[in-house]
């Protein structure tokens, strides 16, 4: 495009936001402290079936350990991406939608074992999604 022409087209770069930027660096550490969290519970749920109340009637009931491995699997994917995220890099910032987005379903559908601890999570999901689909958010 002719550099003249998008002069006279009253057409701005847009400046890249501090919130956008601060966003970005807040959801990389809260990556890595949801993937934190997340293998914690795994390993709770893996090493000792008793950790978490069993819940009878529950449409997605899943043995203590099957939810223990998914936590663990998730989480150990959102350390990697959430290091990922610190170098701005778009892929990091693809996968870590998608690894958040699942989050926020895993995190659903665990509510009857640990409500509290769940709703916090999905809020913080909600938030690193927010966070990452920003305008701009990950271009340098």
Same mark, same amino acid.
């Given at each position: +495009? *002719?550099?003249?022409?998008?002069?006279?087209?009253?057409? $701005?770069?847009?400046? $890249?936001?501090?919130?956008? +930027?601060?966003? #970005? /660096?807040?959801?990389?550490? +809260?990556?890595? +402290?949801? %993937?934190?969290?997340?293998?914690?519970?795994?390993?709770?749920? @893996?090493?000792? *079936? $008793?950790?978490?109340? =069993?819940?009878?009637?529950?449409?997605?009931?899943?043995?203590?350990? /099957?939810? %223990?491995?998914?936590?663990?699997?998730? %989480?150990?994917?959102?350390?990697?991406?959430?290091?990922?995220?610190?170098?701005? =890099? #778009?892929? /990091? %910032?693809?996968?870590?939608?998608?690894?958040? #987005?699942?989050?926020? @379903?895993?995190?659903?559908?665990?509510?009857?074992? =640990?409500?509290?601890?769940?709703?916090?999570?999905?809020?913080? *999901?909600?938030?690193?999604?927010?966070?990452?689909?920003?305008?701009?958010?990950?271009?340098?």
């Amino acid at each position: +495009m *002719d550099p003249q022409m998008t002069q006279n087209s009253g057409i $701005e770069p847009q400046a $890249e936001s501090g919130w956008a +930027m601060t966003g #970005v /660096a807040f959801a990389a550490a +809260m990556m890595l +402290m949801i %993937g934190l969290f997340q293998v914690i519970a795994g390993l709770a749920a @893996i090493l000792n *079936d $008793e950790f978490f109340v =069993a819940v009878r009637g529950y449409a997605f009931d899943l043995d203590i350990t /099957a939810w %223990g491995w998914l936590h663990l699997i998730l %989480g150990l994917g959102m350390i990697v991406v959430g290091i990922g995220l610190f170098s701005r =890099a #778009v892929w /990091a %910032g693809v996968i870590a939608v998608f690894l958040v #987005v699942l989050s926020a @379903i895993d995190n659903f559908f665990f509510i009857p074992y =640990a409500p509290f601890w769940s709703l916090l999570l999905i809020a913080l *999901d909600v938030w690193v999604i927010w966070a990452l689909t920003r305008p701009r958010a990950l271009r340098s």
